[in-house]
């Protein structure tokens, strides 16, 4: 998919789970440099160079992600959704649903999103989920028959605490049978795993989750979840290469683009294009180019020089793992665990 930054603002910046949070930083400069919003004209250009680049055609047509900060605080967004509805059917929103009322102008837009087409999806934020995301989600299910859910979790208690939510939202409302066996059988898995080694590796959770699927259909309505370990930021915005649930494992990242194969493209506000695993907050130098800036001919130009880039930084990386010397940082300006 092509995740596309339409928005630097969020409500929840600095606050309960997101005081570190991992995208605040790259957003900053637009703060006062450039303003908080991207803006339908530089969503029009966006849209058009992506219609002549077959790679990002491909991306598009997949999905285009719309995201920040928080989305729905960009007054164009219905507007920016309808431009990339030009270039693809298959448009959502990412939303944080920490919203007061359905008479707010965020939810409004949202409802807009919906009714045109799009799917709009959830971060949950227990500390919200009673007061806002969960009268809104239920609003929500009434406009859509799809549903993405992330669970951004800080230890195994707390992600099973976030799926009990997930399991009593959807048993409360009947008709969803097979999305609640679905989270059963999360947390199932996720309490014998407490039980033998509440202290566990990520190997150990992996091993023990992995074969649960990450989709559930009860009839037109289809349920997706991603369950996201959280990881701490440092002063420059920079992610840790070890997550907070797992601190003795450092995170690998398989690159596809090392390969020749891009599957994600994040777009910047400021049209930076990085690689599909990076956000902004892992500081991978190589670029892909500038959606805003740079004709076609460069952007393929630039996809073909940073992979090159990055296949000759994931080659030191590899012999820095075997040597024993894994988190030192290459020239090359690629992660140290990028593999």
Known sequence: MLSIFVEASCNRYERDECVECHVFEPL????????????????RIMADKIGQVEVLQALARQEI???????SQNPYIV??????????????????????????????????IARLGGR?????????????????????????????????????????????LMEEFFSQRGAFGPVVSLLQDYRARL???????????????????????????????????NLLPAFKIDPAGRRAMTSLPFPQDPYLLTCPAVRGSI???????????????????????????????DPPEDLLRRFEAAR???????????????????????AEGVPPYCI
């Open 28 to 43: 900053t400069p637009h703060f006062n440099a450039e303003g908080w919003h991207l803006t339908a004209g530089q969503a």
């Open 65 to 71: 992600n719309l995201t920040g900060g928080e989305a």
């Open 79 to 112: 507007e920016i959704f309808k431009i990339f509805q030009t270039v693809t059917p298959h448009v959502c929103l990412h939303t944080n649903l920490e919203i007061k009322s359905r008479r707010s102008p965020r939810w409004q837009r949202l409802e807009a």
């Open 120 to 164: 709009i999806d959830i971060t949950l934020y227990p500390t919200a989920w009673e007061a806002y995301q969960k009268p809104l989600l239920a609003a929500l299910l009434e406009l859509q028959n799809r549903l993405l859910v992330n669970l951004v979790f800080f230890d195994l208690g707390d992600l099973d605490r976030q799926l009990r």
């Open 191 to 225: 309490s014998a795993l407490r039980a033998a080694r509440p202290h566990c590796r990520e190997a150990d959770y992996t091993a023990r989750m992995g074969e649960t699927g990450a989709f559930a259909r009860a009839g037109d309505f289809v349920f997706g979840i």
């Open 263 to 293: 599957d994600i493209m994040t777009i910047q506000m400021n049209g930076e294009m990085t690689p599909c695993c990076d956000v902004g907050n892992l500081k991978c130098r190589p670029k892909f180019g500038n959606l805003l800036t």
């Open 308 to 330: 090159r880039i990055m296949q000759s930084g994931v080659e030191k990386n590899r012999e820095n793992l075997n040597q024993g010397r894994g988190g030192e940082w290459v």
